[in-house]
T-cell receptor, first 111, second 114 residues
Framework: EDQVTQSPEALRLQEGESSSLNCSYTVSGLRGLFWYRQDPGKGPEFLFTLYSAGEEKEKERLKATLTKKESFLHITAPKPEDSATYLCAVQPSGNTGKLIFGQGTTLQVKP | NAGVTQTPKFQVLKTGQSMTLQCAQDMNHEYMSWYRQDPGMGLRLIHYSVGAGITDQGEVPNGYNVSRSTTEDFPLRLLSAAPSQTSVYFC?????????????FGPGTRLTVL
């Protein structure tokens, strides 16, 4: 069964304190792994797509990496505006556009 | 481009009532999907479509119907609302082009069933 697990569920950081969020997955053929950011009361906002093990993508203070079993979202020197829920999703093989989401990690960055 | 739009933003229904949640996209995307988001459950796929005239069930399809008569629109119908359908509903779309599969989400519809 295709499954995505994110950890931790919640993370509190001081401004400038770097950390990583984890996304473990089991899927019958990976077409892509996606990271989204979601602010309260809004729809998920796309951050990154990773397609193969060893791939890395960066955007400002965020860096996403991918292995055969998990992905990490590294947050370097976070700021309060990085506070949000971060969602990981996998797209199984097959051309359907279906996504399987993890439950998310809620990040709070205190000034 | 407006991207993905959803109406209404909020809705309160009584048990047994029916309604349609609207979703439209102006990016000429082939794929469209409906998800529901509940606390502690993440986003779960209700129904999806790979093109006009083609729909299929996702993880939690019971109590919902969809149709896709045009590329742009993908309405979600609740046939007889139940309190268990209280949730936030998101519509999403994406292209099927290789390497461009990211889904774009609408702002959501918050539904309460009394």
């Amino acid at each position: 069964e295709d499954q995505v697990t994110q950890s931790p569920e919640a993370l509190r950081l001081q401004e400038g304190e770097s950390s990583s969020l984890n996304c473990s997955y089991t899927v019958s053929g990976l077409r892509g792994l996606f990271w989204y950011r979601q602010d309260p009361g809004k729809g998920p906002e796309f951050l990154f797509t990773l397609y193969s093990a060893g791939e890395e993508k960066e955007k400002e203070r965020l860096k996403a990496t991918l292995t055969k079993k998990e992905s990490f979202l590294h947050i370097t020197a976070p700021k309060p505006e990085d506070s949000a829920t971060y969602l990981c999703a996998v797209q199984p093989s097959g051309n359907t556009g279906k996504l399987i989401f993890g439950q998310g990690t809620t990040l709070q960055v205190k000034p | 481009n407006a991207g993905v739009t959803q109406t209404p933003k909020f809705q309160v229904l009584k048990t047994g009532q029916s309604m349609t949640l609207q979703c439209a996209q102006d990016m000429n995307h082939e794929y469209m999907s409906w998800y529901r988001q509940d606390p502690g459950m993440g986003l779960r796929l209700i129904h999806y479509s790979v093109g006009a005239g083609i729909t299929d069930q996702g993880e939690v399809p019971n109590g919902y119907n969809v149709s896709r008569s045009t590329t742009e629109d993908f309405p979600l119908r609740l046939l007889s609302a139940a309190p268990s359908q209280t949730s936030v509903y998101f519509c999403a779309s994406s292209t099927r082009a290789v390497g461009k599969n990211e889904q774009f989400f609408g702002p959501g519809t918050r539904l309460t069933v009394l």
